[in-house]
């Protein structure tokens, strides 16, 4: 009874402290941990479950949250052996993850990226909407259950800060799989109502660009490039208003169309604007850049929209990966050899070479193929998704979808024997650590008792025991790895398998040398033994 009254007394008073704190103060520390953290923070008490998971807070939240560099690898058949999609985030500080991101299915192919959210197509008729921090989704019902010629570049996601809400637009095909690659419509759905909404083009546009050179939104706004008809047949930038519904031809200036026909385009956004990349490429490899790359940039106002060249970049790698290459101070780039680096953008003029200090190499993202990768700017958020489940045109998926389809049984197979290894590894090192320093402790401890000859050996010993891994792997995560990691993985587990050989071995033959000198010491003692008793005879 007294125990009990002293325990309540005690949760009083941590109630009292909490209650305590000046509400601006607790919003201050939340705002600045990471959504990992806050999710923990839920469970502490209902006061900050309400708190963390209330939408104005989401958004409050979502302003301090740091950018982070997204890149995506769709699934691809390569020497006859299927590899899933998968994604690797860099945070601020350029550290990779390894684990997979468990929203991101197997047969999935990432449309785009708002606040936190990510948008992904599936071949089924339905599109995914996920939180990447939170592994909560739901699933959109698309425009129409089967569209012919449909693909995952026509549809792009974003927010509309006027109206606050959130739209996934879709390209619609005119022609379905004919050649003729043309769109007079945009889909656009708003999440909340129950069903798209058919937005009308002045005129029939290119499907070809808008997969070529990709799509963007920013600040409220859906940017690629297009081609004009008539007195405008040059190339231009497109864009359309998710609040208005209405659509801008934006002309290119003269200095970024140059008059090769080897030119290829590229829409991006930098620092919230949307810009336009431009190279030449080769002939035969039409993805692959050949000359330097130019970088401009459109400047929104109410009055006129201007064009500034933003950056000049010499000697640039093979490959651009799309949408979004530059994230903060620097610009990712592709090697031919599957290997991705970062470059720091000191300036508007950028020369780039293979011993330029400010280069520093990401990874190497092989078998993929570097033509196929994206990058995409995504943030870690609180932002809900339960609000909409109501809706009847979005809902959550009656079963678990992903990796129990039996296509992937052989890779999932290929995993789970990696992670099998890594355990009977990571317990044979654990066993051996434990055993060299029992071994050690022992001969320390009788070392001074045994002959000069002995000591030597057994100093010997202690110093191989001390050779080799020092501590055994660490446990693998729960989650499943990403390719990279567990790439990296199977290429580190036969140098500690090799590691764990010599160890073995080294002590295999302590032991051998161990046992003979005791053998010998032995006899010279039984020896000695003899002729003592003869003498004394």
Same mark, same amino acid.
């Given at each position: 009874m007294v125990l009990e009254k002293s325990k309540s007394k005690k949760q009083k008073k941590e109630e009292c402290i909490i209650n305590c704190l000046p509400g601006d103060v607790i919003e201050q520390i939340f705002l600045k941990l990471p959504v990992s953290t806050l999710l923990t923070c839920t469970g502490v008490c209902k006061k900050w479950y309400d708190h963390i998971r209330d939408p104005l807070f989401a958004a409050a939240h979502l302003k301090h949250a740091p950018r982070c560099a997204l890149l995506f690898f769709p699934?691809? +058949?390569?020497?006859?052996?299927?590899?899933?999609?998968?994604?690797?985030?860099?945070?601020?500080t350029w550290s990779q993850s390894t684990c997979t991101v468990p929203v991101i299915g197997p047969n999935d192919f &990432?449309?785009?990226?708002?606040?936190?959210?990510?948008?992904?197509?599936?071949?089924? +008729?339905?599109?995914?909407?996920?939180? !990447?921090?939170?592994?909560?989704?739901?699933?959109?019902?698309?425009?129409?259950?089967? &569209?012919?010629?449909?693909?995952?570049?026509?549809?792009?996601?974003?927010?509309?800060?006027?109206?606050?809400?959130?739209?996934?637009?879709?390209?619609?095909?005119?022609?379905?799989? +004919?050649?003729?690659?043309?769109? +007079?419509?945009?889909?656009?759905?708003?999440?909340?109502?129950?069903?798209?909404?058919?937005?009308?083009?002045?005129?029939?546009?290119? !499907?070809?660009?808008?997969?070529?050179?990709?799509?963007?939104?920013?600040?409220?706004?859906?940017?690629?490039?297009?081609?004009?008809?008539?007195?405008n047949s040059k190339l231009a930038v497109m864009s359309f208003d998710l609040s208005k519904e209405t659509f801008t031809l934006i002309q290119v200036p003269e200095a970024a169309i140059g008059d090769s026909s080897h030119r290829c385009y590229w829409i991006t956004e930098i620092d919230g604007k949307a810009c336009i990349a431009t190279a030449e490429v080769y002939r035969n490899v039409p993805r692959t850049l050949s000359s330097d790359l130019q970088i401009w940039t459109l400047d929104n106002n109410n009055v006129e929209k201007r064009w500034s060249h933003k950056y000049s970049i010499q000697h640039a790698p093979n490959f651009l990966p799309g949408p979004h290459f530059v994230h903060g101070d620097k610009i990712i780039m592709q090697s031919r050899n599957c290997?991705?680096?970062?470059?720091?953008?000191?300036?508007?003029?950028?020369?780039?070479?293979?011993?330029?200090?400010?280069?520093?190499?990401?990874?190497?993202?092989?078998?993929?193929?570097?033509?196929?990768?994206?990058?995409?700017?995504?943030?870690?958020?609180?932002?809900?998704l339960d609000a909409y489940e109501k809706v009847s045109i979005m809902h959550r998926p009656k079963r678990r979808d992903g990796w129990e389809l039996k296509k992937w049984e052989l890779w999932e197979h290929e995993l789970s024997s990696t992670k099998d290894l890594f355990s009977t590894i990571h317990q044979t090192e654990f066993v051996m650590s434990e055993l060299a320093h029992l071994v050690t402790m022992k001969i320390n401890r009788v070392q001074h008792r045994l002959p000069d000859e002995m000591q030597c050996l057994c100093?010997?010993?202690?110093?191989?025991?001390?050779?080799?891994?020092?501590?055994?792997?660490?446990?693998?995560?729960?989650?499943?790895?990403?390719?990279?990691?567990?790439?990296?993985?199977?290429?580190?587990?036969?140098?500690?398998?090799?590691?764990?050989?010599h160890k073995t071995k080294a002590i295999a033959q302590a032991r051998e040398k161990i046992f003979s000198l005791l053998d010998t010491h032995i006899l010279d003692q039984c020896a000695s033994g003899s002729n003592a008793d003869i003498s004394a005879q």
């Open positions: 699934q691809e +058949s390569i020497a006859k052996k299927l590899y899933p999609s998968d994604a690797i985030i860099f945070d601020e &990432l449309c785009g990226t708002c606040n936190g959210l990510v948008c992904l197509y599936t071949k089924t +008729s339905t599109i995914k909407i996920a939180n !990447l921090a939170t592994g909560d989704y739901l699933h959109l019902e698309k425009p129409a259950k089967n &569209l012919k010629g449909d693909h995952f570049s026509y549809y792009t996601f974003g927010f509309d800060p006027v109206t606050e809400e959130y739209k996934v637009t879709h390209f619609r095909n005119d022609h379905g799989n +004919s050649s003729r690659q043309t769109f +007079s419509v945009i889909q656009v759905y708003t999440f909340g109502s129950e069903n798209w909404k058919d937005v009308h083009a002045p005129e029939a546009l290119s !499907l070809g660009n808008v997969k070529r050179s990709g799509v963007v939104n920013v600040n409220g706004a859906v940017y690629w490039l297009t081609e004009g008809n008539g007195s290997n991705l680096y970062s470059y720091e953008l000191l300036g508007k003029n950028l020369e780039i070479t293979k011993k330029l200090s400010n280069r520093v190499g990401l990874l190497d993202f092989s078998p993929y193929k570097p033509q196929n990768m994206q990058s995409f700017i995504c943030v870690k958020s609180l932002v809900r100093a010997e010993i202690i110093q191989k025991l001390q050779h080799g891994p020092h501590t055994p792997l660490q446990l693998m995560s729960s989650r499943r790895l990403n390719w990279v990691e567990h790439k990296r993985t199977l290429e580190q587990l036969p140098i500690r398998v090799e590691n764990l050989t």
